[in-house]
């Protein structure tokens, strides 16, 4: 009976704050972030804003810059129990906006056509964080007496790799919670899972001579052929993943060598970009690198090569029956009306640092999505959708975070 009650009672909470949700002010929010440009290193001016419209929440909140030019923010709703604590994560960079001509629309402009907004980092992803400080004012201006804790980081440099976003408030303790949610992207749909990247350069030396005399010669772009043949063969012991499939090889994405038609090139140089699925980290990647290096070596001895490790992104996951998951999901269907579909995605985001440090976090679950055009031109998101967003993450912070009632 208890229960029964106490669901009724969520039940009208939920609607008298679903009915406070202002159209204009979330509009005027999108519009204020939108504005201000922060592409990764710039998101000084950005965090301004947000820092703003926290203020005008009542919302607690933390600057911790690991450089100046780039802020992250900490949020805070903090319950009587303070666990569990949900944490919500999203990215204030954003990509360059790229060749101006190509635009239709001013990417700062904010422009508004019917119901969607456009600008660069309308769906990737400042929507996801208004709608997230949306969500907590709402409760903070209702006084929902929370058991647990909500937390939203509001973090720099993600396009980049994260380095003085969430990495740096991980490693110092900032972002401690019982399980999280990336707003990246995804049309409330739920993405449980990423593909992880390893990028390397390899570099092959020979000797140089007259094209005439080969005998003499090492020619350092023939190894490499025999080495990216050897690589784009490598197999990894990893089952196939039911989300992300099997690892990808791309090898040779680019390539250099030679200075003439008639010298034997005494360098060549080849990237090389593999991505891979929850199971296959980059140390397994690379002993399988090494390994298969070993082998052509042992058939050809005049190998000579080095290796240049240039970027690292784990693939990362959160289990399909995990708390987190559910809650979204059960949100989703009822605020919604529909059943999420659950996904994986191939690029990488923040969540593989937060999953790797054993915080259960939700890849990405957001307004917007591919089709509105994060990284390309006319990028832009749909004001319904973020207002739905707005509805669905108050849901996910109650279930998440539980209320005394
Ligand atoms: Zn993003």
Request: glycine share 8%.
């Given at each position: 009976?208890?229960?029964?009650?106490?669901?009724?009672?969520?039940?009208?909470?939920?609607?008298?704050?679903?009915?406070?949700?202002?159209?204009?002010?979330?509009v005027n929010?999108?519009?204020?972030?939108?504005?201000?440009?922060?592409?990764?290193?710039?998101?000084l001016?950005?965090?301004?804003?947000?820092?703003?419209w926290?203020?005008?929440?009542?919302?607690?909140y933390?600057?911790?810059?690991?450089r100046?030019?780039?802020p992250?923010?900490?949020?805070?709703?903090?319950?009587?129990e303070?666990?569990?604590?949900?944490?919500?994560?999203?990215?204030?960079?954003?990509?360059?906006?790229?060749?101006?001509?190509?635009?239709?629309?001013?990417?700062?402009?904010?422009?508004?056509?019917?119901?969607?907004?456009?600008?660069?980092g309308?769906?990737?992803m400042?929507?996801?964080?208004?709608?997230?400080?949306?969500?907590a004012?709402l409760?903070?201006?209702f006084?929902?007496?929370?058991?647990?804790?909500?937390?939203?980081?509001?973090?720099?440099?993600?396009?980049?790799?994260?380095?003085?976003?969430?990495?740096?408030?991980?490693?110092?303790?900032?972002?401690?919670?019982?399980?999280?949610?990336?707003?990246?992207?995804?049309?409330?749909?739920i993405?449980?899972?990423?593909?992880g990247?390893?990028?390397?350069?390899l570099?092959?030396?020979?000797?140089?001579?007259?094209?005439?005399?080969?005998?003499?010669?090492?020619?350092?772009v023939?190894?490499?052929?025999?080495?990216?043949?050897?690589?784009?063969?490598?197999?990894?012991?990893v089952?196939?993943?039911?989300?992300?499939g099997?690892?990808?090889?791309?090898?040779?994405?680019t390539?250099k060598?030679?200075?003439?038609i008639?010298?034997?090139?005494d360098?060549?140089?080849?990237?090389?970009?593999?991505?891979?699925?929850?199971?296959l980290s980059s140390?397994?990647?690379?002993r399988?690198l090494?390994?298969?290096?070993r082998?052509?070596?042992?058939?050809?001895?005049?190998?000579d090569?080095?290796?240049?490790?240039?970027?690292?992104?784990?693939?990362?996951?959160?289990?399909?029956?995990?708390?987190?998951?559910?809650?979204?999901?059960?949100?989703?269907?009822e605020?919604l009306?529909?059943?999420?579909?659950?996904?994986?995605?191939?690029?990488?985001?923040?969540a593989?640092?937060?999953?790797?440090?054993?915080?259960?976090?939700?890849?990405?679950?957001?307004?917007?999505?591919?089709?509105?055009n994060?990284?390309?031109?006319?990028?832009?998101v749909?004001?319904?959708?973020?207002?739905?967003?707005?509805?669905?993450?108050?849901?996910?912070?109650l279930?998440?975070?539980?209320?005394?009632?």
């Amino acid at each position: 009976m208890k229960m029964i009650n106490m669901n009724n009672d969520l039940k009208e909470l939920k609607e008298k704050i679903f009915r406070e949700i202002k159209r204009d002010e979330v509009v005027n929010f999108l519009k204020d972030v939108l504005s201000t440009p922060s592409v990764s290193g710039n998101e000084l001016e950005v965090a301004k804003v947000f820092e703003e419209w926290l203020k005008k929440y009542n919302i607690k909140y933390d600057v911790v810059a690991a450089r100046k030019e780039s802020p992250n923010i900490i949020a805070y709703l903090e319950g009587e129990e303070k666990q569990p604590t949900l944490l919500f994560n999203g990215h204030m960079d954003t990509v360059p906006e790229g060749d101006l001509d190509k635009w239709s629309v001013d990417p700062y402009g904010a422009v508004i056509k019917d119901d969607r907004i456009y600008g660069r980092g309308a769906t990737d992803m400042k929507s996801a964080l208004v709608a997230m400080t949306v969500a907590a004012g709402l409760l903070n201006y209702f006084e929902v007496p929370l058991k647990g804790s909500l937390k939203i980081s509001y973090v720099s440099d993600e396009e980049p790799g994260g380095e003085y976003g969430t990495l740096f408030l991980l490693k110092n303790g900032y972002l401690d919670a019982t399980y999280g949610i990336v707003g990246e992207p995804s049309h409330l749909d739920i993405v449980i899972a990423h593909k992880g990247v390893v990028r390397f350069k390899l570099i092959t030396k020979g000797v140089a001579k007259h094209a005439a005399y080969v005998e003499e010669a090492v020619n350092a772009v023939e190894k490499m052929a025999k080495l990216i043949v050897a690589i784009s063969n490598m197999k990894f012991d990893v089952e196939e993943h039911p989300l992300l499939g099997h690892p990808t090889i791309c090898a040779g994405s680019t390539i250099k060598g030679g200075t003439a038609i008639n010298i034997v090139p005494d360098r060549c140089e080849a990237t090389f970009d593999i991505r891979t699925i929850p199971g296959l980290s980059s140390d397994d990647v690379y002993r399988v690198l090494e390994e298969t290096i070993r082998k052509e070596k042992e058939k050809d001895p005049e190998i000579d090569v080095t290796i240049e490790k240039i970027l690292v992104g784990e693939a990362s996951e959160v289990k399909r029956d995990s708390a987190i998951v559910r809650f979204a999901e059960e949100s989703v269907i009822e605020i919604l009306n529909r059943k999420p579909k659950i996904m994986g995605c191939l690029p990488a985001c923040d969540a593989r640092f937060l999953n790797h440090a054993g915080i259960p976090t939700i890849c990405a679950f957001g307004p917007g999505g591919d089709d509105c055009n994060p990284h390309g031109y006319d990028e832009f998101v749909s004001i319904s959708e973020v207002i739905d967003a707005i509805k669905v993450y108050v849901s996910v912070i109650l279930k998440a975070v539980g209320v005394k009632m």
